[in-house]
């Protein structure tokens, strides 16, 4: 069916589910597909619970004039949703990477808020599915756009720009994650720098770049760039530097020739730092005053397990339990060798979807941890079993609870971090 007619049917309400579970009044059905799931036999049941139509790609499932047949359903919702950002004359700011990008997100959006009426992508809904929807969030009141895209293949980032068409885009880093789907580091460069070929194309585009990132620049010619750095460089529209990590990150930046600005964040890690002047980057050129993006850096406090502070009643916790890549692990590692506290324990799970690179990438994180300084170190998983060092090791979360309900470590930092599917972030309660 035609775009535009679906898309008179979607202002009438403009809300869209996925979900047979959740319809409400008036909005429109789309029949996905997973590996396990089949959204068209669940049409029907969303046209029961108030959805007004259904968007499905099975016709043989069209009951009535409520069924609207495509040829893909999630091809149509991707469409749907960048008719409906093309209706909106704001800027729209696309930002990807391997690590730091949910962050980054959220401290871009809380810098912008202070000037502006910001959509943002909520959580980690930044795949082929939750880009869409986010985009299809967007209402007259929205003065500015920041959207989050993810990528586990080669083209995913080609797929999603294309739907968000941005105007401004920033790569937060490329690192070692998704090897698997990636098929190489470089695998991951291309596909991460998919915003860059887009954007080249992209009349008037800009893009914030940490200059210091080799990999970024190498990959970053033809752009009209707008540089940050953790170090001293020609050419800044923002730098900054740590001032302490001990353990809540601080640290101090300044725009152009500017004054300096100190800011104390709820933020564990200096890897934190360049996100930090991302965000600053980002806030300035859209005309938030220096006062007000400092504000908003210092303000944000972290969720969903990332670079997170936890104080029990028998430990402090650093919780970085979401995801875990070898970038990330070693980010994570050293800035807590860094820390100057005393009684230091690691808790680390296996890194996944690193494919034939799997067990050398979980050997370099164990002898990294070797020079670490760090008192305890616990391994978790089948990667990390394999790995040869003298280290305790632990088949699964369950195993670390059983000993941790035997053996409490009291007084201790606590760092804990590995893939979201070793489910790490269930041990804060017991520590």
């Known amino acids: 069916m035609e775009i535009e007619h679906l898309y008179r049917l979607f202002s009438e309400h403009q809300t869209v589910t996925t979900d047979s579970r959740d319809c409400p009044e008036g909005s429109i059905?789309?029949?996905?597909?997973?590996?396990?799931?089949?959204?068209?036999?669940?049409?029907?049941?969303?046209?029961?619970?108030?959805?007004?139509?259904?968007?499905?790609?099975?016709?043989?499932?069209?009951?009535?004039?409520?069924?609207?047949?495509?040829?893909?359903?999630?091809?149509?919702?991707?469409?749907?949703?960048?008719?409906?950002?093309?209706?909106?004359?704001?800027?729209?700011?696309?930002?990807?990477?391997?690590?730091?990008?949910?962050?980054?997100?959220?401290?871009?959006?809380?810098?912008?808020?202070?000037?502006?009426?910001?959509?943002?992508?909520?959580?980690?809904?930044?795949?082929?599915?939750?880009?869409?929807?986010?985009?299809?969030?967007?209402?007259?009141?929205?003065?500015?756009?920041?959207?989050?895209?993810?990528?586990?293949?080669?083209?995913?980032?080609?797929?999603?720009?294309?739907?968000?068409?941005?105007?401004?885009?920033?790569?937060?880093?490329?690192?070692?994650?998704?090897?698997?789907?990636?098929?190489?580091?470089?695998?991951?460069?291309?596909?991460?720098?998919?915003?860059?070929?887009?954007?080249?194309h992209r009349n008037g585009s800009k893009v914030f770049i940490d200059a210091a990132n080799r990999h970024l620049a190498g990959i970053s010619g033809g752009l009209d760039l707008i540089k940050y750095a953790c170090e001293p460089m020609d050419g800044l529209y923002v730098e900054g530097e740590v001032t302490s990590c001990a353990p809540l990150l601080c640290f101090r930046w300044r725009g152009g020739e500017g004054g300096w600005h100190e800011v104390e964040t709820h933020l564990i890690g200096t890897y934190n730092l360049c996100n930090m002047l991302a965000a600053a980057s980002i806030g300035l050129y859209f005309g938030v005053g220096d006062d007000a993006v400092s504000d908003a850096l210092a303000g944000y406090i972290p969720s969903n397990n990332r670079s997170q502070l936890e104080t029990t009643e028998h430990n402090r916790l650093i919780v970085d339990a979401y995801n875990a890549n070898p970038t990330s692990m070693a980010a994570a590692i050293k800035n807590f060798s860094d820390m100057q506290v005393s009684r230091k324990m690691a808790i680390l799970g296996d890194m996944r979807e690193l494919g034939d690179s799997s067990e050398e990438e979980h050997q370099k994180v164990a002898d990294m941890l070797e020079h670490a300084g760090i008192d305890t170190v616990w391994l978790v998983g089948e990667e990390f079993g394999k790995t040869r060092c003298a280290f305790r090791k632990f088949a699964d979360a369950e195993e670390v609870k059983a000993e941790l309900r035997k053996n409490m470590p009291e007084d201790h930092y606590i760092l804990i971090k590995g893939s979201n599917g070793m489910k790490l972030y269930q041990l804060p309660e017991l520590l």
Do not use: W
């Open 29 to 200: 059905f789309f029949a996905l597909k997973g590996e396990s799931f089949d959204g068209n036999r669940f049409a029907e049941t969303a046209l029961q619970k108030g959805c007004s139509h259904a968007v499905i790609d099975e016709p043989e499932y069209a009951r009535d004039e409520r069924y609207i047949v495509t040829d893909n359903a999630l091809a149509t919702l991707k469409q749907l949703a960048r008719h409906h950002r093309r209706q909106f004359d704001i800027p729209v700011i696309g930002i990807t990477g391997t690590n730091g990008k949910t962050t980054t997100k959220e401290l871009v959006a809380a810098v912008l808020s202070k000037k502006y009426k910001v959509l943002y992508t909520e959580g980690n809904f930044n795949n082929d599915i939750g880009v869409p929807k986010t985009l299809l969030r967007l209402r007259k009141e929205h003065e500015i756009a920041v959207i989050e895209m993810g990528a586990s293949h080669p083209g995913d980032i080609k797929t999603l720009v294309e739907t968000v068409e941005p105007d401004y885009g920033l790569i937060t880093n490329v690192g070692k994650a998704h090897l698997q789907g990636f098929g190489s580091f470089e695998g991951v460069v291309r596909t991460k720098g998919e915003l860059y070929d887009f954007m080249r």
